[in-house]
């Protein structure tokens, strides 16, 4: 079994770094001044609702300076971690918020690494429609599932594949996606060889983890969202689908909880170390909000007990769409 889970998650996690690199580059450069500023272009076409594909990159020193309300909103978030610490309900969070289309950002505890578990769903399905994009017939193709591979351990249920069935690939990515099911995300390692999905995450300059304990940081998870936003990594149609895909998930307890009803959130949520005493308890959820000002934002925590993480998710996505969603 355990090569096999392992085959499920290598491959994935790969696609991670080379992301991280160039967006951390350009978030942690200091602030110089005075510099022109060259903002970034982007396509106009109404008929995308999820995506705003990007022409060109223009200089992004401006969102590096700070203005009131970002920092404000930063600091009481930052207070709030810090009170949900003390009271012994969290033992740390990290928080990413940047306005998309070259807007403000900031990042709360940003150096510390969460095991991303079923966040890691999100970069299989991009390599997945990589190369259903030179191969168009791979959606289509048919998998066989006899029996699941193993119980699901998740606190936070969706419902699962029948078993003894029959599923498209894209069936497949819409099972994974929207309900985060593991033996949809396991059937579909099989779809693609390992060797294809280590070229996809190299063409990304992504050295090839080397166990299953990957962890990583919020801004570098970000940068997943912030690429299908712009379209950079697949088409325009693929980005607009999976971003859609997204949009659908199930999980409403963290991001979705925070904002108010009919605001549109493509995100992605992962837990680990339910029912195993020996793992930390951790939650995250990372997405975009479709606010009048659309951003990104990704919370990562660890605590006590899924339902306070999830309400604390829920209590910072609501002080993010104060400042960006009205």
Known sequence: MKPFVYRFWIPIVTAIVALAI???????????????????????????????????????????????????????????????????????????????????????????LFVPA????????????????????????????????????????????????????????????????NNAALLLTHVISTASLDQSYSDLGITVPQNAQYSMTVATYAGFFRVLYNATYL?????????????????HQGLVAGVPAGVVVAHKFGERGYNNPAIPDQLHDCGIVYAKKPYVICIMTQGTGYDAMAGIIATISKMAYAYGGP
């Open 235 to 251: 088409n325009h149609d693929d980005s607009e689908h999976l971003l859609g895909l997204l949009s659908q998930s199930t999980f």
């Open 118 to 181: 079923s966040l890691l769903k999100v970069p299989l399905a991009m390599s997945v429609y990589l190369q259903a994009e030179q191969s168009p017939n791979l959606l289509k193709q048919k998998v066989s599932y006899a029996a699941p591979f193993a119980p699901a351990q998740e606190y936070f249920t969706a419902p699962t594949l029948a078993a003894s069935s029959t599923y498209s690939v894209e069936q497949l990515i819409d099972a994974m996606i929207i309900n985060s099911d």
């Open 22 to 112: 160039g967006i951390l580059i350009g978030v942690l450069i200091p602030v110089q001044a005075p510099f022109d500023v060259t903002p970034n272009q982007y396509e106009i076409n109404s008929a995308y609702h999820f995506i705003n594909p990007l022409l060109s990159c223009g200089d992004d020193n401006f969102s590096r300076i700070p203005n009131g309300q970002i920092a404000d909103l930063q600091s009481r978030v930052s207070d709030y971690i810090s009170s949900q610490q003390s009271a012994g309900i969290l033992d740390t969070a990290s928080v990413y918020f940047r306005e998309l289309n070259g807007g403000q950002f900031f990042s709360i505890n940003p150096d510390i």
